[in-house]
């Protein structure tokens, strides 16, 4: 009886989940068929070829794209991580009411959309010469990014019992010991969310790349992509699906290895919050 009042509820969640999977099936059929193909987007090829993947790897600058977004987004991700937590700690336990102002800022910054002050900083950028470099891209990504780590991370550690930092001190530890002995290794489930959904988010970035990364051997994968796409001739649709499906593999694979920190420290941060 239960489970014919709950069939609602998988019929939901299927629907669901064939909107999200409908353009990734589009995507990989469209990689493997040829550009004179004029069948449905929903017919699977026939035949199916792999030029378009040999295209891909053999007339573009694929591999140099793929280094650059790894470069710019572990960088970035590495930065946002290290400083968010170290950030967060103190917030967390120094309950003020400059600390509950600082917190609050960090929320005012995370509902400031970041392309609504592009020209300011494109400016800037011009100014210090950091057109076309990976710290400037890093820079601007890490600016942006910072807020919602630091508020993750503060909520996540106000969870933490204090005792914990008491039993340190009165180990003979100071602050600095307290958080990476005690406080940081409990961190490993909030991170492990934050470097997926900051390391998607600037995988995909492109908005910020397309103004600051515009020199072609610069271009990360989204901009590399974008080339496929052309005002002045006919764009190569089939060759831009088989990029994108080799631009979103290595993300699909982090998130595999990861999903079991990923998905704990959802639930922990909903229970604890």
Not at 16 to 28: D, G, Q, R
């Amino acid at each position: 009886m239960r489970k014919r009042k709950n069939g609602w509820k998988y019929l939901v969640s299927l629907v669901i989940c064939l909107i999200y999977l409908a353009p990734i099936y589009v995507l990989v059929v469209m990689s493997f068929k040829t550009v004179t193909d004029q069948t449905s987007r929903l017919a699977l090829p026939n035949p199916v070829v792999f030029a378009n993947y040999a295209k891909v790897f053999l007339e573009s600058d694929l591999l140099r794209a793929f280094k650059n977004t790894c470069i710019v987004t572990f960088f970035t991700v590495a930065i946002e991580v290290v400083a968010a937590c170290m950030a967060a700690y103190p917030l967390a336990r120094n309950r003020s009411r400059l600390n509950g102002f600082i917190r609050m800022l960090f929320m005012g910054v995370m509902m400031i959309p970041s392309l609504s002050i592009l020209v300011g900083v494109y400016s800037t950028l011009v100014s210090l010469h950091a057109i076309s470099t990976y710290w400037g891209i890093v820079l601007v990504s890490v600016a942006f990014g910072l807020p919602m780590p630091i508020f993750l991370y503060t909520n996540f550690i106000v969870s933490i019992p204090q005792s914990l930092d008491d039993a340190g001190a009165i180990d003979g530890c100071n602050s600095v010991q307290t958080f990476f002995h005690i406080i940081l290794p409990q961190l490993k489930p909030i991170t492990a969310s934050i470097i997926i959904l900051n390391g998607v988010g600037m995988w995909n970035e492109y908005g910020y790349s397309l103004y600051i990364l515009q020199k072609p051997k610069m271009y990360t994968l989204t901009l590399m992509i974008s080339q496929y796409f052309s005002a002045s001739a006919v764009s190569d649709l089939n060759g831009a699906a088989a990029a994108a499906c080799v631009a979103i593999a290595p993300v699909v694979i982090l998130y595999l290895f990861l999903q079991k920190y990923f998905v704990q420290g959802q639930l922990d941060s909903a229970v604890k919050g």
